[in-house]
């Protein structure tokens, strides 16, 4: 699913972010990143959505070659993995249902079959009385289903989470945890980066620790294994 | 691109010139007000232009003829200044006609001056009105018909007049006043764009988050674009319309006040004869502007 083959990627300012990291992820895994901030967790998932490019090494996303992808074909790639953040990064001008509906009118998706899909998702995240309301109209909560709804709304294999229950509460995190569960349970691989100790020891998952940007633990069933 | 999709590019475009608001009223009214001055200078070159033109039409090359000049002796002079690639119509002139010219024109004040003269005792010359296709070449014409003097021994030509020097002032300055009017828009042209590209580029750069959220799921440079190209060319269609009419309101009622003031010995050059080349000159430059601005403003924010 996902490959990396002793993967660099140095800054133009001279920071080593990762320094000769393999990997391999299969489908259906849901997987921890953790460690220090700094430690290049951030570059580890950009790599993969292909915002940055390796210095050197292979990656491959679902038999796509990141690294030597043209520009032309980036989005293409893009369509095959969801991508959710700390801070949401919702359209704050769109409603809830034109915001997951985006997703799908990008890949030029027929209009009925837009309509029907995005109040299938709207409804596995629990949003569909929601529908027409705007991101400022919603919690923190929501406005985080909502950008799950997006990520999955064209069946991506992949979907990246950078520290997706950062800004919630613990009780709002438990929620979208347990949502992203039954999304790897349907068969999406998920990739989640968090500082999250409660949620990394309790629901038991791989982990992968990185340091320094070097990959220093990696355990089927991990813990968190910081104290902060 | 289906068509559906290429609707949706429309509507949204339309969309963003409405959510925009303020930005959007800003750009339009930079466009107006460009495009305006633009249009008023065009307009001032236009007729400084056509006034320029009509003076040097009236720029004529007097050739009086020598009183022993017969009417064959004539007929050849005329034949060679004809024949002169720069001249376009050669015109005699008799004394008897000259005379009655001159009294028309001198009116009552010239009753006195002109008494007493006859056809017997007219002291006026038969006379080659000599008119040339570009009014510039008018002194090289008249030196080349002094020089006929030396193909024919009985010198036929008197005297070639025309208005030396006001000539060649009036033609540095009609030339002078084209030019800057010329250098005047292409500059306001240019400043134009720029000020429109710019006014797009901050709104393209209240929306960096925007585009940069389209390219994570996976929208194609080609899809972002096209909102913003329908945006820029919206937003020019409608500032060159506005701006066209305001320009058009207000030369129809300049041309109306010159019209009805019938001491003016000048007229403007009517709309009806410029009126659609300067619209759409208008229009097109707007949409050109508009669509110019959108597209390079939002070049560097797509290498996400």
Request: charged share 20%; net charge positive; aromatic share 8%.
């Given at each position: 699913m996902?490959?990396?083959?002793?993967?660099?990627?140095?800054?133009?300012n001279?920071?080593?972010?990762?320094?000769?990291?393999?990997?391999k992820i299969?489908?259906?895994?849901?997987?921890?990143?953790?460690?220090?901030?700094?430690a290049?967790?951030?570059?580890?998932?950009?790599?993969?959505y292909?915002?940055?490019?390796?210095?050197?090494?292979?990656?491959?996303?679902?038999?796509?070659?990141i690294?030597?992808?043209?520009?032309r074909?980036?989005?293409?790639?893009?369509?095959?993995i969801?991508?959710i953040?700390?801070?949401?990064?919702?359209?704050?001008?769109l409603?809830a249902y034109?915001?997951?509906?985006f997703?799908?009118?990008v890949?030029?998706?027929p209009k009925?079959?837009?309509r029907k899909?995005v109040?299938?998702v709207?409804?596995?995240v629990?949003l569909?009385?929601?529908a027409?309301?705007?991101?400022?109209q919603?919690?923190?909560?929501?406005?985080q289903?909502?950008?799950?709804?997006?990520?999955?709304v064209n069946?991506?294999?992949?979907?990246?989470?950078?520290?997706p229950t950062?800004?919630?509460d613990?009780?709002?995190s438990w929620?979208i945890?347990?949502?992203?569960?039954e999304?790897?349970?349907?068969?999406?691989?998920?990739?989640?980066?968090?500082h999250?100790?409660?949620?990394?020891?309790?629901m038991r998952k791989?982990?992968?620790?990185?340091?320094?940007?070097?990959?220093?633990?990696d355990?089927?069933?991990?813990?968190?294994?910081y104290?902060? | 691109?289906t068509?559906?999709?290429?609707?949706?590019?429309?509507?949204e475009?339309i969309?963003?010139?409405?959510?925009?608001?303020?930005m959007?009223?800003?750009?339009v009214?930079?466009?107006?007000?460009?495009?305006?001055?633009?249009?008023?200078f065009?307009l001032?070159?236009v007729?400084v232009?056509?006034f320029?033109?009509e003076?040097?039409?009236?720029?004529?090359i007097?050739?009086?003829?020598s009183?022993?000049?017969?009417?064959?002796m004539?007929?050849?002079?005329?034949?060679a200044?004809e024949?002169?690639?720069e001249?376009?119509?050669?015109t005699?002139?008799?004394?008897?006609q000259g005379?009655k010219?001159?009294r028309?024109?001198?009116?009552a004040?010239g009753?006195?001056?002109l008494?007493g003269?006859t056809d017997?005792t007219n002291?006026?010359p038969d006379?080659?009105?000599v008119e040339?296709?570009?009014?510039s070449?008018v002194s090289?014409?008249?030196?080349?018909?002094?020089?006929?003097?030396?193909?024919?021994s009985s010198q036929?030509i008197y005297k070639?007049?025309?208005?030396?020097?006001?000539?060649?002032k009036?033609?540095?300055?009609?030339r002078?006043?084209?030019?800057?009017?010329f250098?005047?828009?292409a500059?306001?042209?240019?400043?134009?764009?720029?000020?429109i590209?710019?006014?797009i580029r901050?709104?393209i750069?209240a929306?960096?988050?925007?585009i940069?959220?389209?390219?994570?799921?996976?929208a194609?440079n080609?899809f972002?674009?096209?909102?913003?190209?329908v945006?820029g060319?919206?937003?020019?269609?409608?500032g060159?319309?506005i701006s066209a009419a305001?320009?058009?309101?207000?030369y129809?009622?300049?041309e109306?006040a010159i019209?009805?003031?019938v001491?003016?010995?000048f007229?403007?050059?009517?709309?009806s004869?410029?009126?659609?080349l300067?619209g759409?000159?208008?229009?097109?430059?707007?949409?050109l502007?508009?669509v110019?601005?959108?597209?390079?403003?939002?070049?560097?924010f797509?290498?996400v």
């Open positions: 996902i490959e990396m083959q002793d993967v660099w990627k140095t800054y133009p001279g920071t080593h972010a990762l320094q000769g990291i393999s990997v299969d489908r259906n895994e849901f997987v921890y990143i953790v460690g220090p901030s700094g290049g967790k951030s570059t580890f998932m950009k790599l993969i292909r915002e940055e490019v390796p210095t050197k090494g292979q990656i491959s996303v679902s038999g796509f070659n690294g030597k992808l043209k520009p074909k980036i989005p293409y790639v893009r369509r095959n969801g991508v953040f700390q801070d949401f990064r919702l359209l704050p001008k409603t034109e915001n997951v509906a997703a799908l009118e890949i030029e998706a009925r079959i837009i899909r109040i299938e709207l409804d596995l629990g569909k009385n929601k027409n309301r705007l991101p400022a919603l919690s923190g909560g929501e406005q289903r909502v950008a799950i709804a997006r990520a999955i069946n991506p294999t992949v979907i990246i989470a950078d520290e950062g800004n919630l613990p009780e709002t929620e945890m347990q949502l992203l569960d999304i790897n349970f349907r068969g999406t691989t998920i990739v989640m980066a968090t999250n100790k409660d949620i990394v020891n309790t791989r982990v992968i620790a990185i340091e320094n940007g070097n990959i220093v633990r355990q089927p069933r991990g813990e968190y294994g104290d902060f | 691109m068509f559906r999709t290429f609707l949706r590019h429309l509507r475009g969309k963003n010139v409405f959510r925009n608001g303020w959007s009223v800003a750009s009214t930079s466009i107006i007000v460009s495009l305006f001055i633009l249009g008023v065009v001032l070159v007729n232009n056509s320029a033109d003076a040097d039409s009236q720029v004529q007097s050739t009086f003829l009183s022993n000049v017969d009417d064959a004539r007929q050849k002079v005329q034949t200044i024949s002169m690639p001249v376009s119509k050669v005699f002139v008799d004394k008897t005379l010219d001159l028309e024109k001198l009116g004040d009753n006195d001056l008494e003269y017997e002291p006026i006379t080659l009105k040339v296709i570009e009014p070449t090289f014409v008249a030196g080349k018909i002094e020089d006929l003097n030396k193909q024919y036929p070639v007049r025309y208005g030396k020097g006001t000539v060649e009036l033609f540095k300055v009609t002078l006043i084209r030019n800057i009017g250098a005047f828009v500059g306001l042209a240019l400043m134009a764009m720029f000020l590209s710019n006014t901050v709104t750069l929306r960096r988050r925007e940069g959220i389209m390219k994570l799921v996976g194609t080609a972002i674009r096209w909102p913003f190209f945006e060319a919206l937003i020019g269609l409608l060159s319309a305001l320009l058009f309101t207000g129809q009622m300049l109306n019209g009805l003031d001491t003016l010995n007229h403007l050059v009517p709309l004869d410029i009126g659609y300067l759409g000159f208008i229009l097109l430059l707007g949409v502007i508009g110019w601005g959108s597209t390079m403003s939002i070049r560097k797509l290498k």
